[in-house]
T-cell receptor, first 115, second 112 residues
């Protein structure tokens, strides 16, 4: 089991560029989510999905799009990057049927810099 | 929506002392309260959790308490060691990891 895999690990963008952060999990988890981590602000929920075809907004969704066409994949799209989106992004998954219901399994993170 | 507040933001203790981190939550429907530890440059990892039908849970040197009436929960680390130095996050959700909301984090320094 690879767990939760995020790519890329590092990315530098110019203002206005678009990009997609990839997230894949091989644990057959129903629930997937994206967080951003900024100094002093903890982990803030961007978007989440409770299953294929179902997504919803979290605390800070503006400027980001997501889709969930399969159980395994949950990409995060930045349509027009802004310097305020400079952050570390974490993808996480969990399952209500897992041994420890509620535990989030995180990817290694993607550090994004927008110039 | 849920709001989780965490204090203190920074905590410095001597090796062997105890450390306590406190959190409050706003949504009375939340029933699952995990704590995650994040070492520098790494991903957050679960260290202990508590569900709303339990008041206290212990795992070796760490313990968590929950006061549902006051909407408070706390992390207690005893006999701290330098390897306990990290950022700790409390969180709250309605179960299944669904819409887990995190506190802002506490940076713990354990001085040898």
């Amino acid at each position: 089991n690879a767990g939760v895999t995020q790519t890329p690990k590092f990315q530098v963008l110019k203002t206005g560029q678009s990009m997609t952060l990839q997230c894949a999990q091989d644990m057959n988890h129903e629930y997937m989510s994206w967080y951003r981590q900024d100094p002093g602000m903890g982990l803030r929920l961007i978007h989440y999905s409770v299953g294929a075809g179902i997504t919803d907004q979290g605390e800070v969704p503006n400027g980001y799009n997501v889709s969930r066409s399969t159980t395994e994949d949950f990409p995060l799209r930045l349509l027009s990057a802004a310097p305020s989106q400079t952050s570390v992004y974490f993808c996480a998954s969990s399952s209500p049927h897992a041994l420890n219901t509620g535990e989030l399994f995180f990817g290694e993170g993607s550090r994004l810099t927008v110039l | 929506g849920e709001n989780v507040e965490q204090h203190p933001s920074t905590l410095s203790v001597q090796e062997g002392d105890s450390a306590v981190i406190k959190c409050t939550y706003s949504d009375s429907a939340s029933n699952y309260f995990p704590w995650y530890k994040q070492e520098l440059g790494k991903r957050p990892q679960l260290i202990i959790d508590i569900r709303s039908n339990v008041g206290e849970k212990k795992d070796q040197r760490i313990a968590v308490t929950l006061n549902k009436t006051a909407k408070h929960f706390s992390l207690h680390i005893t006999e701290t060691q330098p390897e306990d130095s990290a950022v700790y996050f409390c969180a709250a959700s309605k179960g299944g990891g669904f819409k887990t909301i995190f506190g802002a984090g506490t940076r713990l320094f354990v001085k040898a």
